[in-house]
């Protein structure tokens, strides 16, 4: 489930060939505070997927709502005590 939530996450990313060759830029609107840059479109997407993977795991930790990709959720559903 987490692999399939990082792989359509990464599938929603967008990348930036940012000018004067400073690199590439690459963010995953649906999800806040989710970028990265890098000197190479391929550094920029490893350095986006870190970046998710820490994101998703810091959510999880301090029970953050993560938003539903494709269908997938990975919010943990907490019963009334």
Not at 7 to 35: C, P, V
Not at 64 to 70: H, S
Request: charged share 25%; aromatic share 8%; net charge negative.
């Amino acid at each position: 489930m987490l692999t399939d939530y990082i792989q359509a996450a990464m599938r929603k990313a967008h990348y930036e060939n940012l000018s004067d060759g400073e690199g590439y830029f690459g963010s995953i609107t649906e999800l806040q505070g989710i970028w990265a840059n890098a000197d190479t479109l391929e550094a920029c997407r490893e350095e986006l997927q870190e970046v998710l993977e820490e994101w998703i795991i810091l959510g999880l930790k301090m029970g953050t709502f993560i938003p539903v990709l494709d269908g997938i959720e990975l919010n943990i559903k907490r019963e009334a005590a």
